[in-house]
């Protein structure tokens, strides 16, 4: 089945300070590969995406790119803000593999960023 | 447009009763999934729709789960009886399609069974 391992939290960082938080997926098909972000108290949204190989998705100052070699899609910053604290999941979807048409998250990394 | 809306915010219930989760998804989007977060899990997916059909439930934790979509702009996800362990956060999102597409997740329904 499918699965995201991203690495467990909390992660602390003093502002300006350089950002990755990585993740590894495992896939029966070709997914689809995400970011969200949390915020206290709020739904997941959106933060950036990558639906090929080699893709890089960004936003907001993050990137992130589909590495298929290594099943991977680490998300990077160069200079976080206090403003990036929040919780961070890695997510794939995989419909093409024949697996649901849902997304498989992982467990979620907390990003403490400390002025 | 309002983004999607989930009701109640806050549920406190307690063990043995009967529960019901509200969700209306954003107009003209045609998937519809309820998730399950909780610390020890993670985000879990619960059950989606497409066009209101329930398509995939094999998330759903036990019979005394059940989700509705009478039409394209509600839906609704129940739980009886409640049980401690159904403790968490349950989230509703809703997209133009899957694979590639955003989806939109509303606040979450914060659940405590006592």
């Known amino acids: 089945g499918n699965s995201v391992t991203q690495m467990e939290g909390p992660v602390t960082l003093s502002e300006e300070a350089f950002l990755t938080i990585n993740c590894t997926y495992t896939?029966?098909?070709?997914?689809?590969l995400f970011w969200y972000v949390q915020y206290p108290g709020e739904g997941l949204q959106l933060l950036l995406k990558a639906t090929k190989a080699d893709d890089k998705g960004s936003n907001k100052g993050f990137e992130a790119t589909y590495r298929k070699e290594t099943t991977s899609f680490h998300l990077e910053k160069g200079s976080v803000q206090v403003s990036d604290s929040a919780v961070y999941f890695c997510?794939?979807?995989?419909?093409?593999?024949?697996?649901?048409?849902?997304?498989?998250f992982g467990k979620g990394t907390h990003l403490i960023i400390q002025p | 447009d309002a983004g999607v809306i989930q009701s109640p915010r806050h549920e406190v219930t307690e063990m043995g009763q009967e529960v019901t989760l509200r969700c209306k998804p954003i107009?003209?989007?045609?998937?519809l999934f309820w998730y399950r977060q909780t610390m020890m899990r993670g985000l879990e997916l619960l059950i989606y729709f497409n066009n209101n059909v329930p398509i995939d439930d094999s998330g759903m934790p036990e019979d005394r789960f059940s989700a509705k979509m009478p039409n394209a702009s509600f839906s609704t996800l129940k739980i009886q009886p409640s049980e401690p362990r159904d403790s968490a956060v349950y989230f509703c999102?809703?997209?133009?399609?899957?694979?590639?597409?955003?989806?939109?997740f509303g606040p979450g329904t914060r659940l405590t069974v006592t």
């Open positions: 107009s003209g989007h045609d998937y």
């Open positions: 896939a029966t098909g070709y997914p689809s």
């Open positions: 997510a794939l979807s995989d419909r093409r593999g024949g697996g649901a048409d849902g997304l498989t």
């Open positions: 999102a809703s997209s133009l399609g899957t694979g590639a597409y955003e989806q939109y």
